[in-house]
């Protein structure tokens, strides 16, 4: 019970600072008695299998995981275009229903729906 006492009052900082020092003499601990806890040979394939990955390249050239300056510039001008077509739709949605509200009253007909 004394033990439990003392690590409450040692707070994270020193919870912490006995976790490190454990995983290093853990760690030394493995070296002097000869474990060699690295798989080299996995770490290799690993590096190998990255590298191919980030090898692989599009028509133009360019690693594959990287965005294309052309790419990019399109989206953000395609983007701008449907905003303004956007704006545009609804200048003439506008227009279409004050036409047809001019049209029926003119005309006397009742107001059709166009809240669609």
């Known amino acids: 019970m004394d033990d439990i ?20 003499l853990d760690w030394l601990k493995s070296r002097k008695n000869g474990g060699n806890d690295v798989d ?3 770490v290799a394939d690993d590096v190998r299998w990255l590298r191919e990955i980030h ?13 294309r300056r052309s790419l990019e510039e399109a989206i953000g001008k395609l983007a701008e275009n ?17 036409l047809a509200h001019d049209l029926n009253r003119h ?10």
């Open 82 to 98: 449907i905003k303004a077509q956007t704006e545009l739709f609804k200048e003439l949605v506008f227009a279409v229903r004050t």
């Open 55 to 67: 090898d692989v390249r599009d028509s133009d050239g360019t690693p594959i995981w990287y965005v």
């Open 107 to 116: 005309t006397g007909q009742s107001e059709p729906n166009l809240k669609t």
């Open 5 to 24: 006492s003392s690590l409450a009052n040692l707070g994270i900082g020193g919870i912490f600072a006995l976790l490190v020092i454990r995983l290093v």
């Open 40 to 42: 080299f040979k996995k």
